[in-house]
């Protein structure tokens, strides 16, 4: 029987959303969902032919009703891991400008919250990894690009 597990491969172009008081959006699962009643970044899959940062900008306005300017995210990190059935990618990025007033359009509560506060809140493990980069900024990310 050939692998398809290796061959089931999710791209996800996922949000680090902050507002003009530095604080950073995050939205809680829906209880029925997998890894339910925990908290995350928004974002979702990245369609084929899409740019990362095309395919957040329209899952953001899909999810929470905002209009991110695009010229405004750059690349924090990327996540590989691998479930059981899938291998999926997350490509967080950080939102510094949109316009509108996110809400939860798919009825997901979600908090604006200060940086130092993500670690008071349950994530899906995969997340850590992005909490990390949000707190402990690498020398890197002060970079051109």
């Not at 990618?89 to 316009?99: H, P, T």
Request: aromatic share 6%; charged share 25%.
């Amino acid at each position: 029987m050939p692998n398809t597990v290796a061959s089931k491969r999710v791209h996800v172009a996922v949000g680090v959303i902050y507002n003009p008081h530095g604080q950073i959006l995050i939205a809680r699962r829906h209880d029925d969902a997998h890894q339910g009643g925990l908290w995350e970044f928004p974002g979702g899959k990245v369609e084929s032919g899409e740019t990362v940062c095309n395919a957040l900008a329209r899952e953001l306005h899909e999810e929470l009703g905002i209009v991110v300017h695009t010229s405004s995210c750059t690349q924090l990190l990327e996540i590989r891991h691998d479930y059981t059935d899938k291998v999926v990618l997350l490509d967080v990025w950080k939102v510094l400008e949109f316009d509108g007033e996110a809400r939860g359009k798919e009825g997901q509560p979600l908090r604006w919250i200060k940086p130092k506060t993500l670690t008071k809140y349950a994530f899906p493990a995969a997340n850590t990894a992005i909490i990390d980069a949000i707190l402990k900024p690498r020398d890197s990310s002060f970079s051109s690009h």
